[in-house]
């Protein structure tokens, strides 16, 4: 069974773009979290999407949201860059979510923001 | 305010050796607890997960163990190999999917030859 995978693996932006990252889940899995991770901060929770909602969501600002499509594909999007917005965006997949779920994670996208 | 804590945030051993990492949480309610490893460049694999009713859980050479009442986790790595050298995130979750979980700073443990 193929393993989560990420598009594209690494991305160089400059200030005030936008930029699309995009996630396909393992196979039968419904639920997907996307996660900044960064040296200073280390992993923080984005948000959570199940059957095409948002059902969770982490203390970021608007510029950050994220869709899921009904093949449980998952994209983030954050509009007008900033420096600080350059990290590893990883997303998760797990079955449904539960408490018991194990979540699988992606390689994560690297991107830059120059 | 909900944290998770890790200790050390470093540590070097020789490979065979056994260690042992430090998580303290404040995460309240508390649901489940989770350790991940991270390789360099690489998404986090989950290790274990435990409920507040579970007290130890092993995964070939590690072993995490929870402690709800003082709030406190450990993961025991026994007999190192230099394919362990990661990072070791600590995660809590205080609802009940895998909403909002709150993730340590992470244990960077190097083994040498």
């Known amino acids: 069974k193929a393993g989560v995978t990420q598009t594209p693996r690494y991305l160089i932006k400059t200030r005030g773009q936008q930029v699309t990252l995009s996630c396909s889940p393992i196979s039968g899995h419904r639920s997907v979290s996307w996660y900044q991770q960064t040296p200073g901060q280390g992993l923080q929770f984005l948000f959570e999407y199940f059957s095409e909602t948002q059902r969770n969501k982490g203390n970021f600002p608007g510029r950050f949201s994220g869709r899921q499509f009904s093949n449980s594909r998952s994209e983030m999007n954050v509009s007008t860059l900033e420096l600080g917005d350059s990290a590893l965006y990883l997303c998760?997949?797990?079955?449904?979510?539960?408490?018991?779920?194990?979540?699988?994670f992606g390689p994560g996208t690297r991107l830059t923001v120059l | 305010k909900n944290q998770v804590e890790q200790s050390p945030q470093s540590l070097i051993i020789l490979e065979g050796k056994n260690c042992t990492l430090q998580c303290n949480y404040t995460v309240s309610p508390f649901s489940n607890l989770r350790w991940y490893k991270q390789d360099t460049g690489r998404g986090p694999v989950s290790l274990t997960i435990?409920?507040?009713?579970?007290n130890t859980k092993s995964n070939g050479r590690y072993t995490a163990t929870l402690d709800a009442d003082t709030k406190q986790s450990s993961l025991h790595i026994t007999a190192s190999q230099l394919s362990d050298s990661a990072s070791y995130i600590c995660?809590?979750?205080?609802?009940?999917?895998?909403?909002?979980?709150?993730f340590g700073q992470g244990t960077t443990l190097q083994v040498k030859p």
């Open positions: 435990m409920t507040f009713s579970e």
């Open positions: 995660v809590v979750s205080g609802s009940g999917n895998t909403g909002k979980l709150i």
């Open positions: 998760a997949s797990s079955l449904v979510g539960q408490i018991t779920d194990t979540q699988y």
